[in-house]
């Protein structure tokens, strides 16, 4: 065993110690490799028929974004945000994909339309 010089035995790092650690980082990059290849966040933002907005995290398709919402999906296939492309696109959500409902999060919506804020 290697000689530790250390002027407190409990503040030296041993090599088991040293591999927990490489260990349990390298899990951690994993799972997170993973959700971001097979997660990702559908946002609404609060309008009439949900008043306080929601976040969920989804099972994402092949082609689906990180960040989605229906704004998003309306400025990809139109260009703009309108009522009727809102409510056309809301009755696109992956419903049947929802891991995880969560209160609104504005910082995901924003990531899903580059930033832009529209009218409720």
Not at 19 to 32: H, M, W, Y
Not at 48 to 76: H, I, K, Y
Request: net charge positive; hydrophobic share 40%; with cysteine.
């Amino acid at each position: 065993m290697p000689v530790l010089r250390c002027r407190r035995p409990e503040h030296c790092v041993t090599p088991s110690k040293r591999n927990a650690s490489l260990a349990a980082l390298a899990v951690v990059i994993a799972a997170g490799g993973l959700f971001r290849a097979m997660c990702g966040f559908y946002s609404i933002q609060p309008i009439g028929a949900l008043p306080r907005g929601v976040t969920a995290v989804v099972r994402r398709s092949s082609s689906e974004p990180f960040f989605n919402s229906p704004d998003a999906q309306c400025l990809d296939r139109v260009g703009s945000v309108s009522l009727l492309c809102r409510g056309l696109a809301l009755s696109q959500a992956p419903t049947e994909r929802i891991l995880l409902r969560l209160p609104f999060q504005r910082w995901a919506y924003l990531a899903s339309t580059n930033g832009s804020e529209f009218d409720r």
